[in-house]
């Protein structure tokens, strides 16, 4: 191993609370200290509580302050950093940062690695022809591709045409000692209104965007709470996150008269505690690629309800370890919170979920795949230039 640290440069479209932020995040915190270190360029911008998360202390963090539209005016500036920063590799995730792959190679960049975490709503909405073809002018200037999920692995390989070889799958990583099964002795969360065994509380977490779908839960609970079915009286929502949606999802609650049931906190940084004090686990998206809510989910032992899109599927083992609904389908969602809340069952469920997510989704199972990929170059390139008059 050469005497230094393998210097990432992890190039994303905006710096704050979502999954493939986490991800980052994830791998700053976990990768070796003494092997990696690590510079965040965000395209756009950081929020600076966001940035907390990372507990390094050596990690700049650059905003290029992109305005909307094309990217290529920034294309000078972006050249200039990494020719700067001189990384070993520049690891990119989705198509807003990989449109920014050309630079890197033109920098010299010696490992460039691109992550599909998943499609958003252009995609979905356009059946992603202009994105594939997006994606095949920018493919020659990456070397490997990481799916974090088997249908985005098949995407990458059928559609965009990337060798099996350079296309490692690798799901998001959770950190299983900070997301466990609940006790008799964690107390509830600051603020967190509700009574356990009193009220039977379902609970998400993510983005309050259209490809995430809120709305959907929220007709799901105003329909079951109208329903008048015994034992729904018990039931309250909590939904944690924000974003564009959250006015609307704030008026559709008062207007069925609901505040009182419904805990709308925000983003939190408490998260393991709250999902700990839930007792159903709701994904409502549209799209995902692999989750990181739901395997935090999952590792906290609970009764999973999503949709099935993406590579949820995959992660809840075709049902083995939670239920699939429809995407879109309220009176589906309906119907399955309903039978968790008169169903005891379920448990056999998040015992499977749990099982699944210290086994094959552990952070440190996931960091050494990262780990093996980064310096899959290095090593013999850092001796090299050692050497070098």
């Not at 979502?18 to 270190?37: A, D, K, S």
Request: aromatic share 6%; proline share 7%.
């Amino acid at each position: 191993m050469p005497n230094r640290p393998c210097h990432i440069v992890h190039l994303i479209y905006r710096f704050t609370t979502g999954g493939l932020e986490n991800v980052v995040v994830q791998l700053i915190n976990h990768l070796p200290h003494g092997e990696f270190r690590h510079t965040v360029v965000a395209i756009t911008d950081a929020d600076p509580t966001f940035v907390q998360r990372i507990e390094r202390k050596d990690v700049d963090v650059i905003c290029l302050d992109k305005p909307p539209g094309q990217p290529f005016a920034l294309y000078p500036k972006t050249f200039r950093l990494l020719r700067r920063l001189k990384p070993d590799v520049v690891h990119t995730c989705n198509l807003a940062a990989l449109e920014f792959m050309p630079m890197a190679a033109l920098a010299g960049a010696p490992l460039r690695v691109h992550a599909e975490h998943g499609m958003d709503m252009g995609e979905i909405n356009t059946k992603g022809s202009r994105y594939l073809t997006l994606r095949k002018i920018y493919k020659p200037f990456v070397h490997e591709f990481i799916a974090v999920s088997a249908p985005l692995q098949t995407y990458l390989q059928r559609k965009l045409g990337v060798p099996p070889a350079h296309v490692h799958l690798i799901p998001n990583g959770v950190d299983t000692h900070v997301f466990r099964p609940a006790t008799a002795k964690d107390p509830l969360p600051p603020g967190f209104p509700f009574e356990r065994e009193r009220h039977w509380v379902i609970g998400t977490v993510g983005r309050q965007v259209h490809i995430k779908n809120p709305l959907m839960l929220v007709d799901a609970f105003i329909s079951l709470a109208r329903s008048g079915v015994a034992g729904t009286e018990r039931m309250r929502l909590a939904m944690v996150g924000d974003g564009p949606l959250q006015g609307e999802i704030g008026e559709r609650i008062r207007s069925a008269g609901l505040e009182d049931r419904v805990w709308l906190p925000g983003v939190r940084s408490d998260v393991a505690a709250i999902l700990r004090s839930l007792d159903c686990f709701v994904l409502p998206s549209l799209s995902e690629g692999t989750s990181c809510t739901l395997q935090e989910a999952m590792a906290t032992g609970l009764p999973i309800v999503v949709t099935d899109v993406g590579g949820n599927a995959e992660l809840l083992e075709h049902g083995r370890c939670g239920d699939l609904v429809p995407s879109g389908d309220v009176q589906a969602l309906s119907t399955q919170l309903l039978k968790h809340l008169s169903d005891t069952s379920d448990k056999e469920q998040a015992s499977h979920a749990l099982d699944e997510a210290r086994q094959r989704h552990d952070m440190g199972v996931v960091t050494q795949r990262y780990r093996t990929l980064f310096l899959s170059r290095f090593s013999t390139r850092a001796v090299a230039r050692a050497v070098s008059p």
